[in-house]
């Protein structure tokens, strides 16, 4: 087994992805080595079986249902640190506790903030994959450690020119509209963006797109997270009811509340697509190759300046490509 300290170490804590091999591959990382178990009360066991010292250390964990993941990532950070890794940075293809980023009643939490000094404390560097930014501009709001947002519309482009022909982009609301219209461009493809009135989680209305005039083209929905899949559902009714095409619905982030994936594949739609942030069964759409270029910028942070990057103390972003902005 190669040992070197210029050869990362990847920890995959994911879901079962299939980002952890791929991202071996294009890193060419060694896979680090971990012994985990629960003891019977409960409690987390976690030993590093991999030489760290003086290694750049990588940590696989996408946060999607993320209390039961978080003890075991934070032991894993530490114990990291404690080996002299050179540092450790958490890869979170979906990035947890981002919802709630605002006191809306007394006593509430701030739970993304607080979630978000957690992290800080114990990670280098964080990269991650379209974060839920509503209220906040950045993550450098809340986050105090180097971040970079890996954007998935240049890896949904992509699929979408290969697998679908004279495409109509459709995004779920306003909010939508620049990420819809960037890919939208990348794919040469026309879009509309719907408007839509939410009453309740699981109650939400939208109106019909202006469809008349593409009528032979092939509706693509696309949203950052299926969740209870409500808005795509009732979108699709619509389409349905002006005799669109069966729909693709393409999501970053595929959560699938409930029977929604279910509910879904039973409407009038074509295909259900999702990138492999969440492992998923719809997962078609491989965020590695994205990824991996963003998370190369960090594993040469203390290198000599080579007219690439440039060392920043830690706490200061690090604008890298265009593609990860």
Known sequence: MTNTVNTPLLFDLNDGSSLANSLCELLQAEEGQLSQRQFPDGESYLQVQSEANGRNAIVLCTLYQPNEKFLPMIYLAETLKEMGAKQVILVAPYLAYMRQDKRFHPGESVTSRHFAALISNSFDVLVTVDPHLHRYHSLDEIYSIPSTVVASSESVALWIKQHIERPLLIGPDIESEQWVAEVARMADAPFEILLKERFGDRDVKVSLPHVGKYRQHNPVLVDDIISSGHTMLETIQHLHKADMPPV??????????????????????????????????????????????????????????????????????????????
């Open 248 to 325: 693709t619905c393409i999501g970053t982030h595929g959560l699938f509340a409930g029977s929604a994936y279910r509910q879904m594949q039973q409407s009038h739609t074509a295909q259900v697509v999702t990138c492999n942030t969440v492992n998923h069964v719809s997962n078609g759409i491989d965020m590695a190759p994205a990824l991996s270029r963003a998370i190369k910028h960090y594993l040469d942070w203390c290198a000599v300046d080579q007219g690439i990057i440039e060392f920043r103390p830690l706490g200061i972003r690090m604008p890298i490509s265009k593609e990860t902005e």
